[in-house]
């Protein structure tokens, strides 16, 4: 059925592409694009139908937010490697920085086009009205989590990190599932909670691949400060902090100090640390899919989503023992490092 699903909006993406005459790259982008969410098992643009279909909604309808939710997931993914200077790692680093930026600008506003389409597929108008209005204000709180992260290039505390992630992919997947469930009821916190807990675990686990395990240049080469380089620098003494520090600024033209910054990190125990928190936001966005009162029937696949995004390896809590100091600091700090439940519910998504 994901198959099905799948071609479906793809087809609803091209049709409105033609429709409106817009740039020729976008397609390439979108053809680039496609086969790479496919790649992890249930691609995230189906979110909005799968908490739709649990939610007693329109699955013809929640195509048009898939495909919307999908095109600005695009736009976002190319101007962050554009802002990041990550564009020659993506699949449009073909056309070049000032093309790309043209082409998300045109993947934005397709977004929108695709929410038009919604009271001719079936919703009422005002419901409509209230979702194209929901995801420009997702999109406002986006950019606002985005200014944060380039305002802020070395970000110092983990509530902060929290914050950010939240802004930027919390409440990105929380829109997908609120804005699917809404086609078929009024009351879809548990949804939205959902998405926002599964959007932060995404970004945990692409954190902890991004220095264990990166599929090109590692965030420490890049010399960013992810999740596992904040807990560090966070829970270790003065002392190694400072060489930490060091080696850091080092890492990114040095191989040598980067992986011995890698052993630094991984020594304060950052990896059981990112294990704990990912964990903990797997079996909140569970815990929300629980509290809809639906049979388990009505959200297996959004279930098996959630586990296929928790990328953490099993020999992730393999590390090497922790002594002295760093063991009696990390240790007494681990647990009352860990997310509290602090997070308001989204404006509008009921209770």
């Known amino acids: 059925m994901s198959d099905e699903q799948v071609e479906r909006v793809y087809a609803f993406i091209s049709d409105l592409l033609h429709q409106h005459e817009g740039p ?9 694009a496609f086969p790479l969410d496919r790649e992890e098992g249930t691609p995230s643009f189906l979110l909005p139908v799968l908490c739709c279909q649990a939610a007693g909604g329109n699955e013809n309808q ?56 919604l009271p001719r597929m079936g919703a009422s108008r005002e419901l409509a009205l209230f979702l194209i209005e929901d995801f420009n204000r997702t999109i406002l709180r986006m950019c606002a989590g985005q200014h ?18 939240g802004a930027k992919s919390g ?27 599964l959007g932060v675990l995404i970004q945990i686990c692409d954190d902890f691949e991004g220095v ?15 999740l596992p380089i904040i807990y560090a620098l966070t829970v270790a003494p ?4 400072e060489r930490l520090e ?32 990912a964990q903990i936001r797997r079996q909140r966005a569970e815990a929300a899919l629980c509290s809809t009162g639906r049979p388990f029937s009505a959200y297996r696949q959004l279930i098996a989503l959630l ?34 439940f602090d997070r308001p519910p989204p404006v509008g998504s009921g209770s």
Not at 24 to 32: A, K, R
Not at 212 to 226: E, F, M, V
Not at 257 to 266: D, F, K, L
Request: with cysteine.
């Open 246 to 277: 060091r080696l850091l600024v080092k890492a990114t033209s040095e191989p040598k100090a980067e992986e011995e910054a890698r052993g630094v990190i991984t020594e304060l125990g950052a990896p059981l640390y990112l294990v704990v928190e």
């Open 148 to 165: 944060a992260d380039l305002a802020e290039a070395n970000i110092s505390s983990l509530k902060r990190y929290f914050r950010i992630a």
């Open 62 to 117: 929640a195509t048009a937010l898939a495909a919307a939710w999908f095109l600005l997931c695009l736009a976002a993914k190319v101007l962050d490697d554009v802002e990041d200077e990550d564009a020659l790692q993506g699949p449009w680093y073909g056309i070049g920085v000032p093309e790309a930026i043209n082409a998300a600008t045109g993947l934005i506003f397709t977004s929108q086009l695709a929410l038009t389409h």
């Open 212 to 226: 264990w395990n990166p599929p090109g240049r590692s965030d420490l080469a890049a010399g960013k400060r992810t």
């Open 24 to 32: 020729s790259n976008i397609v390439d982008i979108l053809e680039s």
């Open 307 to 340: 586990n296929e995004r928790f990328r953490v390896p099993d020999d992730a809590t393999e590390i090497p023992p922790i002594t002295g100091a760093i063991q009696d600091k990390a240790l007494a700090l681990l647990g009352s490092l860990l997310s509290p």
């Open 171 to 197: 409440e990105f997947f929380s829109l997908a599932c609120r804005a699917g469930a809404l086609l078929g009821i009024d009351k879809v916190a548990p949804y939205s909670e959902f998405g926002y807990n």
């Open 238 to 241: 003065s002392g190694i902090r």
